[in-house]
């Protein structure tokens, strides 16, 4: 997956200054004043500023501004799964398998807890977790909260601080 990278860290410090989780700009920049909030929220959750024309997410931004360039091939992750959440300890550089981990359950969910569905053919809970590129199969149970409990610990095993709960 190709990400755009952001502008240099020297262009955007003429252009932003960041307080509280937000991008401001610093000076009037095409239609916008000088301490304006930067950019607009998308239809998706995040945040979205232009840039000479490109576009490009603001939480991107935040952490070039304050940490520096994004590596290749990393992604900033928001900690607590919340797009608009911009403030820098909420952010962190993941890889996108890291940042995949980090996602709660599914929509289409019907059980309620990641990694748990029932099995018609098993009239049980079945439990599994995705990790190292391959689904791990993690048992049938009884019980979906003993379905649960083997995924969480699971979760924690293999997604360590990426682990997501749902």
Not at 30 to 50: F, P, Q, W
Not at 56 to 79: A, C, M, Y
């Amino acid at each position: 997956m190709k990400i755009k990278k952001c502008p240099s860290e020297k262009i955007l410090k003429t252009l932003f200054y960041y307080k509280e989780g937000h991008l401001y700009w610093k000076k009037n920049y095409n239609k916008m004043k000088r301490n304006d909030l930067a950019g607009y929220v998308r239809l998706n959750g995040y945040t979205e500023i232009s840039v000479n024309g490109e576009s490009h997410l603001s939480h991107r931004i935040i952490w070039t501004l304050l940490k520096g360039e994004i590596p290749d091939n990393f992604q900033v992750d928001h900690i607590d799964e919340v797009k608009s959440n911009g403030k820098i300890e909420n952010l962190r550089l993941s890889s996108h398998t890291q940042n995949k981990q980090n996602q709660g359950k599914h929509k289409s969910n019907t059980s309620g807890y990641k990694g748990v569905n029932w099995s018609k053919q098993k009239c049980k809970w079945e439990c599994r977790i995705r990790a190292n590129g391959s689904r791990i199969h993690l048992g049938f149970f009884d019980n979906i909260e003993l379905a649960n409990n083997a995924y969480t610990k699971a979760a924690i095993e293999y997604h360590g601080e990426f682990a997501n709960f749902g």
